[in-house]
């Protein structure tokens, strides 16, 4: 059981905006700042938010990060067949570890 | 470019060890905490170690905790991870992954990632 609550499955159909939560507690996102990784079957990750909010090179705008109290969101705006993907958040631990979100499959519809 | 290669992933019995390794090159390692997060089959993300730039500072999770030991030579630009006492639920592929900064604590990221190589712990 993963210590970052994530929705095991997300879809929309193409277009659509969609948002996947990533739950923890003050020890972790209430006072840490979280990463989210893109993955795809057989695949390495690939960074696709980091610090809550910021994109690095590359990732396109129609992908944002939010963080508000012990919670993160990552949404998803004009959503493309290519987006369908498993998306982690990740966040530091105040117990000296770092935590990930059980993973959230998107599928596009 | 930064390219980090695993090497080392088998598949071993039970109590049984192993040491993965990862070569780094496109970037000044040295400058870098680095760390080890794994997968197992069908399963979500999971950190085991980090290791400070320097190599002066580990921290491991309590899963691996005095069984696995990261370590680091900067002078060949590796990371190592020695396996001891491996047991059937370390069965995972293991990614090396390279922090964006030297510390590899709150306010850091993983910034690259390897390919990942595959550790199998069965009888």
């Known amino acids: 059981q993963s210590v970052l609550t994530q929705p095991p499955s997300v879809s929309g159909t193409p277009g659509q905006r969609v948002t996947i939560s990533c739950s923890g507690t003050s020890s972790n996102i209430g006072s840490n700042t979280v990463n989210w990784y893109q993955q795809f079957p057989g695949a390495a990750p690939k960074l696709l938010i980091y610090s809550n909010n910021q994109r690095p090179s590359g990732v396109p705008d129609r992908f944002s990060g939010s963080q508000s109290g012990t919670s993160a969101s990552l949404a998803i705006s004009g959503l493309q067949s290519e987006d369908e993907a498993d998306y982690y958040c990740?966040?530091?631990?105040?117990?000296?570890?770092?935590?990930f979100g059980g993973g959230t499959k998107l599928t596009v519809l | 470019d930064v390219q980090l290669l695993e090497s080392g992933g088998g598949l071993v019995q039970p109590g049984g060890s192993l040491r993965l390794s990862c070569a780094a090159s496109?970037?000044?390692?040295?400058?870098?905490?680095m760390s080890w997060v794994r997968q197992a089959p069908g399963k979500g993300l999971q950190w085991v170690s980090l290791?400070?730039?320097?190599?002066?500072?580990?921290y491991d999770a309590d899963s691996v905790k005095g069984r696995f030991t990261i370590s680091r030579d900067n002078s060949k630009k590796t990371l190592y991870l020695q396996m001891n006492s491996l047991r059937v639920e370390d069965t995972a592929v293991y990614y090396c992954?390279?922090?964006?900064?030297?510390?590899?604590?709150?306010?850091?990221?993983?910034?690259?990632w390897g390919q990942g190589v595959l550790v199998t712990v069965s009888s």
């Open positions: 992954a390279k922090w964006k900064y030297s510390s590899g604590w709150s306010g850091d990221w993983v910034d690259y």
């Open positions: 290791i400070s730039g320097s190599g002066g500072r580990t």
């Open positions: 496109g970037f000044k390692f040295s400058n870098y905490a």
């Open positions: 990740a966040a530091w631990d105040d117990s000296v570890n770092w935590v």
